[in-house]
């Protein structure tokens, strides 16, 4: 990257450091850090929204979508997470196919499960065979995306039905002797209540959600920990101009430390938060300060 | 090939017995059913291992943080820090490296570098933290009457821990500590995902899902196995705490005991 970098046999110390951290291989490593945070801010708001409909679900009159909310929210509890992760993401590209190829292909005859394989037509396939391959890294991504914010929306879903529960009767009641209908009951009252009461389960969950990002690396996106194997493996010198021992133990320390910076940072923001929240509100964060 | 047989073969293939090879076509659900439950095997020994060490040294943290020596307190809190602010899959890595790099320093920990020693001491030292969390929280809520009635019988020192501290402090903490438990049994599923090799394919239940789900593009068979056979061992992890909990509280009348809430978590 700099001038100085042009014979990196030649430099030693702090140099040979300096030169070594800005190849080009780092700066992949760099911004899958920013794939990380992107994946996170991606995430957060579409597994609310996943959380949101599960939770209103669950509330609701009409008892078959009682039952899918709350059939949502608990399929998720008992079975161990990664689980979910590796499952999904075979499961939603297979399910994808499939339905692409009963929509383009009708008159295929062939059965789509062939023994050990799964076969749909050409035009099925999601994404072409023939696309660019920014295409590929792209409908990967946003299937890692879907599949977090599936199963973190059966969490959200379950924090917002509490959230939802917790706001005083009365509030409702008073609503409803004003004449409000239940729409408008929901839209106005329930639900701008409801957040401070969610907000404590909610910032548990964002810190789970902090924690479960280097799952990316089991759905086979190029994400920090896949770099961190990468780069830190030891290299000979015929294959690089930067030759060195095993270091992945360096380059994994370094993730621990992103990892606890971006909690504690977490930490001070959403207690900040919540301070504001339960301003004046009758909950006893609000009561006691 | 009868399923008799096969559980024959299969049913202890994860701690080495049985037929050497692992199925490579027409994949029978028996074998299915074999292998992955051949691979619970691991799970609960890491689980049952890990919190059977790691309920003693997670009280001593909580006591720790607890503690008025600044040292003592300080370092129990940066303990849990460190091991709950950070995820347990990139533990798992940086562990496996650690020891790697030991193992070529000093010889001697070299089983450290394989699973069932290096995983068990990560997950060993990761319920500590979380449970001695757990445990402190438990400590901060014991009424103090509690512990002024012990000063007026008398009781100082380990005798006044041991006959009201503790009891006290397990009895508030046991709803969460269950939690914990599923909780620590699940992660138990990440080991052969992070850096420890599974040799000669012996892997944990998770492994043998994720290999069947590979070879056969179907991922609709392996792994509701693995989710039946891991709700069979919540319902079991909940049992057993839930007898251990009516021990604890077993002086007190049956309308003030604390019941367990489930509240399971999605990763550590």
Redesign the interface.
Known sequence: MFETCADPSQLSGLKWLACYLTTGKHMGFYSSFVTVMVLLLITAPVSLAFGFAGATAARAQFAPLRWLGKGYTSIVRGVPDIAFFLFFVIALDQGIEYLRHKVKCPGWDQPIRQGNDFVVCTEAKMPLSSAASWVHESYGFALAVLTFAIVFGAFAANVLYGGMRAVPRAQLETAEAYGMNSRQTFWRVLVPQMWVYALPGLSNLWMILIKATPLLFLLGIEDIVYWARELGGSKTARFTAYPHGDWRMWYFLALLVFYLALTRVSEVVLGRLMKRLTHGQATSGGVTS | MSCWETIADYGLRSIGQGARLLPK?D?TLCQQFTLIGSGLIWNIYFGVLALISGFFLSTAVALAKMSRVTVLRKTAEWFI??FR???????F??AY??F??LKSAIPFFSPLTSAWLGALVVLFLNTSAYAGEIFYGALCSIPRGDIEAADAYGLTGWNRFRRVVWPTMLRLAWPAYTNEAIFMF??T??VY?SGFPAWQQKGDA?YY??YF?D??????IP?PI??GY??LL?LAVISLFGAIGKRLNRHLPSESRRKTR?R?????
Request: glycine residues 2%; without cysteine.
């Open positions: 076509t994949f820090f460190l602010g950070s995820p347990l899959f990139i533990q890595f940086f490296f650690l790697l790099s699940h992660a599923t990440l995902f998770l899902a994720s789900a070879k056969t593009f179907n991922p609709f792994y693995l989710a891991f709700i919540t489930l399971i978590n999605l990763i550590r």
